[in-house]
Every structure is written in C-alpha cells, then in structure tokens.
C-alpha cells in the first residue's frame, strides 16, 4: 500500500504526461526557480529512465529559457534516447554560482526522487 500511496503523491507533484512541461521549484531563502521537464513519450513509471541536465547557455534572462532551449536545440537531439529532460532557468547570473550550484542539485534530487531514474545513463 505505501508504494501506491508515494507514486500517488508523486503524480500530484510532477507531471507524468508526455511533452514539455513548465514548472516552478522553491529556492531556499530566495524566490523561486522557474524551470521545464520534458517527459519522453511512453513514459511508463515502472522503467527507469536516463535523466539529461540541459543548462542553457547565456542570453536573455526571460522565464522559461531553459525551455527553449530544450525546445529548439536538446530535445531534437536526444529524441532517441527518451530521457526525462530538466532544464532550469539561472536564478542568478552564472551557472558557477553557489547559489545556483545548490538550487540544480535540489532540483535534480527532486527529479530523481518523483521519477524511475536510470542513474547509469544519466547525464
């Protein structure tokens, strides 16, 4: 019973449908990350699944750029792979930043967490 009740609760937490999603993610102490999760079509949460971090290069600061950059350049080129795609905005001005560092790995904690990751095929 409790495996149904958490991948029930994690339905609620992050889309499950294919295609690529916009979402929000709590930064502690600061506002919040905007970022998108592309989720490969067949997605079946039983089967693990490689993750791709996509960090978008610099430019704009608009909301969501990370999504498309997922949508013009990554996505089209791991088509094949169907990985789960995460793609956050920069919450502050350099990727290197700590703050920045922090709030990727949280958010990718929280990716690992919600679906069936293949961490031997993760990028």
């Known amino acids: 019973m409790k495996?149904?009740?958490l991948a029930a609760i994690a339905a609620l937490l992050q889309p499950a449908t294919p295609g690529l999603h916009r979402a929000t993610f709590?930064?502690?102490?600061?506002?919040?990350m905007t970022y998108a999760i592309a989720i490969p079509?067949?997605?079946?949460?039983?089967?693990?699944?490689?993750?791709?971090?996509?960090?978008h290069?610099?430019?704009?600061?608009?909301?969501?750029?990370?999504?498309?950059?997922v949508?013009?350049?990554?996505?089209r080129g791991l088509d094949n792979l169907h990985a789960i795609i995460v793609?956050?905005?920069c919450p502050?001005?350099?990727w290197t930043d700590a703050i920045?560092?922090?709030a990727v790995m949280t958010l990718l904690g929280r990716v690992r967490a919600d679906y069936n990751i293949d961490s031997g095929r993760s990028w």
């Not at 997605?43 to 960090?55: G, N, T, W």
């Not at 949508?71 to 996505?75: C, D, G, M, R, T």
């Open 87 to 89: 793609a956050p905005d």
């Open 26 to 32: 709590p930064i502690a102490g600061r506002a919040q």
């Open 3 to 5: 495996p149904l009740l």
């Open 41 to 55: 079509r067949g997605y079946d949460s039983r089967e693990s699944r490689p993750l791709v971090l996509a960090l």
């Open 92 to 94: 502050t001005q350099s």
């Open 57 to 69: 290069p610099g430019g704009a600061r608009r909301p969501y750029y990370g999504a498309a950059f």
């Open 71 to 75: 949508e013009q350049i990554v996505a």
């Open 100 to 102: 920045a560092d922090e």
